[in-house]
């Protein structure tokens, strides 16, 4: 008998296919999609949120693992980005701020109120030359003259271990609630202290609650802390660190060797009630002396000065009208320069929305003369939510890919098809409710193996194919369009979407 030769790789694969039939196929098709990396990430990527789901709502696993995960992420995002992290902040901590600038701002001009009814006053020359000799602005005087302010409570607190010395009160029953205050005041030092790179030597000075604030002066063995209601005069924190000196040199030893006992600091009070301080509103009389030549001259640069602001004032406040008109600007701060004409305006600004230099057009202003400062942030207006969501239903579906055998143009699987026309049906009800008219494109593409011709076939066929299911599927025709991808560079074998929205004439 002749010596049978050794059958080559490809009479074993022809063997196979013959045992194995369509299967072999089907084998085949399964390797390749198993060695390619891209189908992998593609299908590990649909099935990835819900698992994600799924173990978020039956265990808290998933949360424990990922929080220190999380936590790390953000410390490290706030450390490489510090403006991107408080641009994330800012949506939370601009309302605050907004309304803490508006508090200031009234508090501001009462003063200045008090102020200008005592504009001809023998007090206000009084006040310019405090200016002139000091060095100091008007305004700067005005404030310090005319503040009203008054310290309510005093706390001696034991800066080691926290505990309430002594304290004293315009209101006795105030009195009972010390020693809480005091714990709380020792609570937020210690929290600042702990969580932040606080410089050696430095100290908590001011705790701000509204027209109430806690000015706080520390020392090497106690801490001097006075409930201000209104705007106290920096002059007022001197006073503290005086008497907390005096009460430092008198009672260093009972300081250092405390224990608990509190009734070596009786005579401590005198320096406590020293700080009770306070400026009441006065009813200042006018100046008996009528001069009546400088009113008029006064009144006559008054009306010259009203006259050169008028026009520009009101370009102003036009502006400033149309940008709080416009959704998804919201204006932080305005100023107007006293003299030369120059704006400062700052504020969020969504990038959907109108742009302020367009507004400003309008509005007859020099754009030289206006500064404006816009930080971005994503408004919660109905109308850019609705196109924000429809833009990530379009990039949800342009993902979507409808897989095909090697040279059919049919699926014998047509459940994706079914998700996929579920999906297209969404979009164009919600891109109806928003005034959009949305059109989309059926890309198909093959395998670059092959005539270019017979690929080009290929993939138009594919595209119609797919087109014509999705209308038997209810997808209204005139939504759809058709194209093939012969770029080289297309997915292989299979069908993809592509949406593109466009606002509806006369929006």
């Not at 000799?133 to 001696?156: D, P």
């Not at 002059?235 to 250092?256: D, G, K, P």
Request: charge should be neutral; glycine fraction near 6%; aromatic fraction near 8%.
């Amino acid at each position: 008998m002749a010596d049978r030769k050794p059958s080559s790789a490809e009479d074993y694969k022809r063997l196979r296919r013959i045992l194995l039939g369509r299967d072999f196929d089907e084998l085949e098709m399964l390797r390749a999609r198993l060695d390619e990396p891209e189908l992998r990430s593609e299908e590990t990527s649909r099935i990835l949120p819900r698992a994600v789901d799924l173990s978020a709502n039956s265990s808290t696993e998933l949360r424990r693992s990922m929080q220190p995960v999380v936590e790390e992420g953000l410390r490290t995002f706030g450390r490489r980005d510090p403006q991107g992290f408080s641009d994330v902040l800012f949506p939370v901590i601009g309302p605050a701020v907004r309304k803490a600038v508006a508090s200031s701002m009234q508090s501001l001009i009462d003063g200045l109120s008090r102020t200008l009814e005592q504009s001809l006053s023998l007090r206000s020359l009084k006040w310019r030359f405090d200016a002139l000799r000091t060095g100091k602005s008007y305004g700067e005087i005005v404030l310090l003259r005319s503040a009203l302010f008054r310290v309510e409570q005093v706390f001696l607190i034991h800066r080691d271990t926290g505990i309430l010395i002594e304290h004293r009160t315009l209101d006795p029953a105030s009195a009972r609630d010390a020693g809480l205050v005091s714990s709380m005041l020792t609570a937020i030092r210690d929290f600042v202290v702990d969580s932040f790179r606080v410089t050696s030597g430095d100290e908590l000075e001011t705790v701000q609650f509204g027209e109430l604030s806690i000015w706080i002066q520390g020392g090497p063995r106690a801490l001097l802390a006075c409930a201000v209601r209104g705007s106290a005069p920096s002059s007022l924190r001197e006073v503290m660190q005086e008497n907390l000196e005096r009460i430092h040199f008198t009672h260093y030893e009972a300081l250092e060797q405390f224990r608990g006992d509190i009734s070596r600091f009786t005579e401590t009070r005198q320096y406590l009630d020293a700080c009770m301080l306070g400026r009441a509103d006065e009813s200042i009389r006018p100046s008996t002396v009528r001069w009546k030549p400088l009113v008029a001259a006064s009144a006559i640069l008054l009306a010259a000065f009203l006259y050169w602001t008028w026009f520009d004032s009101g370009r102003w406040n036009l502006f400033l009208n149309r940008l709080s008109s416009e959704a998804g600007i919201t204006i932080t701060s305005a100023h107007r320069a006293f003299w030369g004409g120059q704006y400062r305006v700052t504020g969020l600004r969504d990038p959907l929305a109108a742009d302020p230099n367009a507004i400003l057009a309008g509005t007859g202003l020099n754009p030289a003369n206006v500064e404006q400062r816009w930080d971005a942030h994503l408004s919660l207006d109905p109308k850019f939510t609705a196109e924000r969501t429809l833009e990530e239903m379009e990039r949800d579906l342009s993902r979507t890919a409808l897989r095909f055998g090697a040279g059919r143009y049919e699926m014998d699987d047509e459940e994706d098809l079914e998700d996929a026309a579920s999906d297209i049906q969404k979009l164009l009800r919600f891109s109806e409710k928003t005034g959009h008219v949305v059109r989309i494109a059926v890309i198909g593409s093959a395998d670059p193996v092959g005539p270019p011709e017979t690929n080009r076939e290929l993939s138009r066929k594919r595209a119609e194919w797919v087109r014509q299911r999705l209308i038997q599927l209810q997808v209204p025709a005139a939504a759809l369009t058709e194209e093939a991808d012969v770029s080289g560079t297309a997915l292989r074998r299979r069908v993809t979407f592509r949406a593109k929205s466009d606002a509806r004439a006369g929006r």
